[in-house]
Antibody, heavy 122, light 107 residues
Framework: EVKLLESGGGLVQPGGSMRLSCAAS????????MYWIRQPAGKAPEWLGF??????????EYNPSVKGRFTISRDNTQNMLYLQMNTLRAEDTATYYC?????????????WGQGASVTVSS | DVQMTQSLSYLAASPGESVSISCKAS??????LAWYQQKPGEAYKLLIY???TLQSGTPSRFSGSGSGTDFTLTIRSLEPEDFGLYYC?????????FGSGTKLEIK
């Protein structure tokens, strides 16, 4: 059974930094692209970026809306996915989800975590 | 960016009825369209990809149609467990974008 569990959310001041983690289990982690998506309360989900699998060199792509402030990384020895968020703003307040790419289609996510809440406020 | 519009934000229907949820793309996305269900306290669930292909485990009462800019998710013979939020997502180009969601309430 695929499991994705985010952690590391909470309250952070504007301008601050936060790192979210996602513990993955139940599948061969290195075989899959991994994604971060966020969703402000009552709004549409927003794709933040992904990190490719081993076969594609673990390279990353980002939404221009967060490129340069957010960094996605992975620890393949621990089956962990990370999202480093810097220079946080109030508009970054959202629930953050990690997700695994579907085996049957690129850029589609077939397993999601429950989400981690991030609040940016003074 | 490709804008995804779900014009209906809320929909209520009774068990046994059929409903359709629409999603419109701001440009042609061929059939690079996925549908997700989100229920309170649960993880997002992929229902359909490639516009009309059911993900493994998706009940056959769900179907997807459309290509280009206009897409529809249809649920036949609604079951009580079908309540929740439904989102479309385009993956024709990056940045990947989602619709704003349609909340389905079971009467």
């Amino acid at each position: 059974e695929v499991k994705l569990l985010e952690s590391g959310g909470g309250l952070v001041q504007p301008g601050g930094s936060m790192r979210l983690s996602c513990a993955a289990s139940g599948f061969t982690f290195t075989d899959f692209y991994m994604y971060w998506i966020r969703q402000p309360a009552g709004k549409a989900p927003e794709w933040l970026g992904f990190i490719r699998n081993k076969a594609n060199g673990y390279t990353t792509e980002y939404n221009p809306s967060v490129k340069g402030r957010f960094t996605i990384s992975r620890d393949n020895t621990q089956n962990m996915l990370y999202l480093q968020m810097n220079t946080l703003r109030a508009e970054d307040t959202a629930t953050y989800y990690c997700a695994r790419e579907a085996a049957i289609s690129v850029y589609v996510m077939d397993d999601w975590g429950q989400g981690a809440s991030v609040t940016v406020s003074s | 960016d490709v804008q995804m519009t779900q014009s209906l934000s809320y929909l209520a229907a009774s068990p046994g009825e059929s409903v359709s949820i629409s999603c419109k793309a701001s440009k042609s996305i061929s059939n690079y369209l996925a549908w997700y269900q989100q229920k309170p306290g649960e993880a997002y669930k992929l229902l359909i990809y490639s516009g009309s292909t059911l993900q493994s485990g998706t009940p056959s009462r769900f179907s997807g149609s459309g290509s280009g800019t206009d897409f529809t998710l249809t649920i036949r013979s609604l079951e009580p467990e079908d309540f929740g939020l439904y989102y479309c997502q385009q993956y024709y180009e990056k940045p990947l974008t989602f619709g704003s969601g349609t909340k389905l309430e079971i009467k």
